[in-house]
């Protein structure tokens, strides 16, 4: 069997089961975005995911966004999942539709730097650590109502939600908790009505988990290994 089969049959076969949570949860699967993962991949193999229909991808290096993006088709929006150092920022911006990693008021404050330089918006999620996990990155729950205060006084940046990579674990019900305590701080946030920012995004879930996120609230799912494969950083 070809690469090409297998990455439209597993895109398939993802957004299957993203309407069967939806469902489950009463929600509307249109309101669920599949973010297709696609970092170390080669650029055939997004091809293969666009032409099977696929049209959001996410990177977590801006290396990879800077060489994949002109090779690809245009009407393609691609995000920044991963990590983001400052010196990179002035690359990315404007090239990614989001930028899902926004985890200090340094970055942020880079962001709004280059985004005025460039007269654009940009659209922002804040990154939770949710578990309060040592080895991740992002806000503390606690602190994210502030940090949230703080990123509105920003004119070119657009908050538009929170975004966390939940712990690693065998049994994925195990981050049902902490997927709900994203939608709670969501709400809380919300509830305060502080000017620019607007919660109607919520970044999470994975291949393993995926499923929870969006019987959690999910708006967003990003998806690597389930639709291209495992990853070899070793080659
Ligand atoms: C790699 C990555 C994913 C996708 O992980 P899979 O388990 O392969 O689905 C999602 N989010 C972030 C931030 C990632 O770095």
């Not at 193999?45 to 696929?54: H, P, S, T, V």
């Not at 920044?80 to 942020?108: C, E, T």
């Not at 709004?112 to 650590?129: F, G």
């Not at 966390?164 to 908790?177: D, G, I, L, M, S």
Request: aromatic fraction near 6%; charged fraction near 30%.
């Amino acid at each position: 069997m070809t690469e090409t089969n297998y990455i439209s049959e597993n895109l398939d076969m993802v957004q299957k089961k993203i309407k069967e949570a939806a469902a489950r949860a009463g929600r509307n699967p249109e309101d669920i975005t599949l973010i297709a993962v696609s970092k170390t991949k080669p650029v055939l193999m997004l091809q293969e995911a666009y032409d099977a229909g696929q049209r959001v991808f996410g990177e977590n290096k801006v290396q990879e966004i800077l060489e994949k993006e002109p090779v690809l088709p245009e009407d393609i929006s691609w995000h920044m999942i991963g990590h983001l150092q400052r010196n990179k920022v002035k690359q990315v911006i404007g090239k990614a539709a989001m930028i899902h990693s926004v985890d200090s008021l340094r970055l942020a404050e880079e962001i709004e730097k280059e985004a005025a330089k460039q007269d654009i918006l940009c659209s922002i999620l804040i990154e939770i650590n949710i578990a309060a996990e040592e080895s991740k990155y992002g806000i503390l729950p606690e602190e994210a109502p502030a940090f949230a205060k703080q990123l509105s006084a920003f004119p070119h940046l657009r908050v538009k939600g929170l975004m966390t990579v939940a712990p690693f674990t065998e049994n994925p019900e195990e981050n049902r908790k902490y997927f709900r305590k994203m939608q709670q701080l969501a709400v809380d946030i919300k509830q305060k009505n502080i000017d620019n920012i607007c919660m109607e995004t919520l970044s999470m879930g994975m291949t393993g988990d995926y499923e929870i996120a969006i019987e959690e609230g999910a708006t967003m799912v990003r998806v690597g290994t389930g639709i291209f494969g495992e990853r070899n950083y070793n080659k």
